[in-house]
């Protein structure tokens, strides 16, 4: 009998109390883990709010994409306390390009927490950290360990999905993920952040959701998923559904040399961000209506809506959207925020000082680099 067959014969390892396997497991993985093949630069320092910030940044953004940010984002505000004392529009402008603009904003609120409450300095506590805007199980333990070097889990996407293979989980809850990752921490006291780590290297670069590299996989002799053929089925993968669609227009209102802009009410989708006020179309409305009538219902002025600027299309988690860009002459009104929390006239030149939404980004950067004067000027 392999050792294969012996494991899958016992049945689920996440529920044997075998220290030994335990241990080999941990060891196994501890000896594939290299720290440094992957560059990513918080996992190499000890302070807890690099670790925080790169861990927030890295939640639901591609690494690639975090590590052109990550810099950035630090040289901007390099402690945490220069986080607190910022303003949201800055936080937002250096967040721009991200997406997910509700864990910049967490960021700041509890950044302020911090400062207030502990001194400045994060909790060690995970409990504590949890109780912190934007901190979840995830971060909290990642911190945690990486910073602190407790003996805490940190489950993120990648470990979710090699745990759940590993011990051939249909019902991966997180109860049960934290459980199994909690063995594993305790088989090798001290070393969660390694164990950690290397989980989550393990999910990213070898046990990938789709066609995993098993024959180089430092566990494969302990993966219960292999043994039974359910690679492919762990973890289970929620069906797909078509994202409902959205038709909005948007309009680009002159008034003397100057453009419109709104800023989103401060929570919710892209709070805080700014944009060129608009909405959604009205069954049977054309955009060009659209714009007309949420000009009056958003922001309080008439316009006369032009041309058509460019449709824009973009996809966020829970719907897609069709952006009708149309320019549009100021007429008359004082424009005053309604459904908007704000709203100021700008130069076109100014415009990068204001953080908007990507699926605007091709239309700022035109605004900005034309500089289009109409409407009265
Ligand atoms: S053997 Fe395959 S499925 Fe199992 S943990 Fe390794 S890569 Fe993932």
New binding site residues.
């Given amino acids: 009998m392999n050792r294969r067959t012996s494991v899958a014969e016992h049945g689920n390892l996440a529920d044997r109390r075998d220290l030994a396997e335990w241990r080999d497991l941990a060891d196994q993985l501890l000896g594939w883990f290299r720290p440094d093949d992957r560059q990513v630069p918080w996992r190499h320092s000890s302070d807890p709010y690099r670790v925080w910030v790169g861990e927030v940044m890295a939640q639901q953004t591609q690494i690639a994409t975090v590590l052109g940010r990550y810099d950035r984002f630090l040289t901007r505000f390099p402690t945490l306390s220069s986080l607190a004392d910022s303003s949201l529009d800055e936080v937002l402008k250096a967040w721009e390009g991200m997406g997910y603009y509700g864990r910049a904003r967490n960021l700041r609120s509890a950044a302020k927490e911090v400062m207030a409450a502990y001194g400045g300095r994060l909790p060690e506590d995970p409990k504590r950290l949890r109780q912190l805007p934007g901190i979840g199980p995830y971060t909290a333990g990642a911190i945690a360990s990486l910073a602190f070097g407790q003996d805490e889990p940190a489950v993120d996407g990648n470990v979710r999905?090699?745990l759940s293979?590993?011990f051939d989980i249909a019902r991966p809850t997180a109860r049960r993920l934290e459980a199994a990752a909690r063995r594993l921490i305790e088989a090798r006291p001290g070393r969660a952040a390694a164990l950690n780590q290397a989980m989550m290297d393990?999910g990213a670069v070898?046990?990938t959701p789709r066609a995993?590299?098993?024959e180089s996989?430092?566990?494969?002799v302990h993966?219960l998923?292999?043994a039974r053929g359910s690679?492919a089925d762990?973890p289970p993968t929620a069906s797909r559904r078509r994202l409902p669609h959205q038709t909005v227009g948007v309009g680009v209102v002159w008034r003397e040399g100057r453009v419109l802009i709104a800023r989103r009410p401060p929570s919710g989708l892209l709070g805080g961000l700014w944009e060129f006020p608009g909405g959604k179309l009205e069954s049977g409305e054309s955009a060009a209506a659209a714009v007309k009538r949420e000009l009056m219902e958003e922001v309080g002025v008439e316009v006369r809506v032009g041309a058509l600027i460019d449709r824009v299309d973009h996809a966020y988690s829970h719907f897609s959207v069709t952006l009708h860009f149309h320019e549009a002459e100021y007429l008359s009104g004082r424009a005053r925020p309604r459904a908007a929390s704000e709203v100021r006239w700008v130069e076109p030149g100014a415009l990068g000082d204001y953080a908007f939404p990507a699926a605007s980004h091709t239309i700022v950067d035109r605004v900005r680099s034309t500089g289009r004067v109409a409407g009265g000027a």
Avoid: I
């Avoid at 996989?217 to 494969?220: E, F, H, K």
């Fill in positions: 999905r090699v293979r590993l393990l070898l046990c995993p590299g098993c996989c430092p566990l494969a993966c998923a292999l690679v762990r």
